[in-house]
């Protein structure tokens, strides 16, 4: 397994996945329960169990529920990760960028999207 892949795991493995969605992982020593919530998407979706198992049904039971009610309200359903988001920067660096890409023959899109890659993969 190259090390990349290594990374990637272990920066997904407190993450539960199921139809495409994924859920946050974490854990309340206070309250002994494990808790989480679906992340990449608008809607407020969470979900808590006191074990591995019970989390993990409770996470897909939570998804089937939000796609259930979605279909019942003829409402279509969010994708998480749709691959846009808004990112709020200075304006000084905002300029910084643009010119950057500029210079390097680059819209801004594509050079934000390469320093991304560059520091997550």
Do not use: W
Not at 3 to 12: A, E, H, N, Q
Not at 39 to 50: N, P, Q
Not at 76 to 88: A, D, M, T
């Amino acid at each position: 397994m190259s090390i990349t892949k290594k990374k990637l795991r272990s920066r997904t493995s407190n993450y539960l996945h199921y139809k495409d969605y994924v859920g946050s992982l974490e854990f309340s020593e206070e309250d002994a329960v494990f808790h989480g919530k679906v992340v990449g998407i608008k809607a407020m979706i969470s979900f808590e169990g006191d074990s591995v198992q019970s989390i993990t049904e409770d996470f897909h039971n939570a998804i089937d529920e939000y796609l259930d009610f979605c279909f019942e309200n003829d409402i279509k359903p969010e994708k998480p990760f749709k691959g846009s988001f808004n990112v709020r920067i200075s304006a000084d660096l905002h300029r910084k960028a643009a010119f950057e890409a500029s210079a390097q023959g680059m819209s801004l899109n594509s050079f934000v999207e390469s320093a991304i890659q560059q520091t997550v993969l």
